[in-house]
Each structure stands twice: as structure tokens, then as C-alpha cells.
Nanobody, 130 residues
Framework: QLQLVESGGGLVQPGGSLRLSCAASGFTLDFYAIGWFRQAPGKEREGVAC????????NYTNSVKGRFTISRDNAKNTVYLQMNNLKPEDTGVYRC???????????????????????WGQGTQVTVSS
């Protein structure tokens, strides 16, 4: 029963906000870097945001800078992605992943989707539409 579970997705109008949650079950997130990835229909998966295990470092893809904020609450074993001023191009399935090894943590910091991460969530749908 080792898994990540995402929640918080939904349908929102352009300019709206959503907060996604990534909760760990069966293990602690304390020693993992966490990343959010998304995939739109017909497009490649892309890295959106990531946060180091200590929370001291974050990285965002350019298209979401200034709009999205990743944070973590290790006491709650949860990582969040606050998404503000949402745009139609933000539409997609959002998944979180956890990286434990040095290699995978570096890849996650670089927002690489294919980092061989230890855990992936099932995904939550975000749809931004009028």
C-alpha cells in the first residue's frame, strides 16, 4: 500500500484557481523530492513544478511561473500545488511523483518526466474552459 494520491482537480474558468494535493500513503515524504507533471491530450508529458526534500529549492516550468506555487507540509505527508490565474493551456491530467535517489532527485529538479521516479499518483484532471 505504497502510493501517492492526488486530489483537487476539476473544471474551472480561465482566471480561476485550484489547489492540488499529493498525499503519500504507506511511506513518508520526508526524504523525497516531489514533482508535479501534466499531460494534455495528444501532447507529451511535461514537468510543471518540483520541490526538494527540504523544501528549500523549487523549480517551475516557464509557462506557470508567477501563477503556480508548490509547497509541502511534511507533518501532513502532503505536497500542494496552488494554481492561480489558470489558462486553457493548463488543461491536462496532473500527476505527482516522488524521487528518492540522488539521480532521480536531480532529474526531478530539472523537471524531467522520465526520471525513473519511485512513485506516481493516479492523476487528477484539470480542465480550464469557458
Amino acid at each position: 500500500q505504497l502510493q501517492l494520491v492526488e486530489s483537487g482537480g476539476g473544471l474551472v474558468q480561465p482566471g480561476g484557481s485550484l489547489r492540488l494535493s499529493c498525499a503519500a500513503s504507506g511511506f513518508t515524504l520526508d526524504f523525497y523530492a516531489i514533482g508535479w507533471f501534466r499531460q494534455a491530450p495528444g501532447k507529451e508529458r511535461e514537468g510543471v513544478a518540483c520541490i526538494s526534500k527540504s523544501g528549500s529549492s523549487t523549480n517551475y516550468t516557464n509557462s506557470v511561473k508567477g501563477r503556480f506555487t508548490i509547497s509541502r507540509d511534511n507533518a501532513k505527508n502532503t505536497v500542494y500545488l496552488q494554481m492561480n490565474n489558470l489558462k486553457p493551456e493548463d488543461t491536462g491530467v496532473y500527476r505527482c511523483a516522488a524521487a528518492r535517489t540522488q539521480r532521480s532527485q536531480l532529474l526531478m529538479l530539472a523537471l524531467q518526466p522520465g526520471g525513473g521516479y519511485a512513485y506516481w499518483g493516479q492523476g487528477t484532471q484539470v480542465t480550464v474552459s469557458s
